[in-house]
């Protein structure tokens, strides 16, 4: 594959999130476009998890903020609830 997959992690400041987070990083194929967290809007992803500041990513915005357009795929973290929202 020569271009990558670039994604988008909804809820990536929750634990689910997160590890989403990491396992794209990990994933030689992936790129990261778009984090979002709402209540962890404006910040940096190390900022809320110091164990992925290793690497560049996009900061944490609202999912309304986020530019879906530069994203090819989503991964959802959002608890259950949130999601059936």
Known sequence: MT????IG???ASGYTGADLVRLAIAHPDMEIAALTANS????AMAEVFPHLGFVDLPGLTTIEAADWRTVDAV???LPHGTTQE
């Open 3 to 6: 271009e990558k997959i670039r």
């Open 9 to 11: 992690v909804l809820g």
């Open 40 to 43: 962890h809007a404006g910040k």
């Open 75 to 77: 991964f959802c973290g």
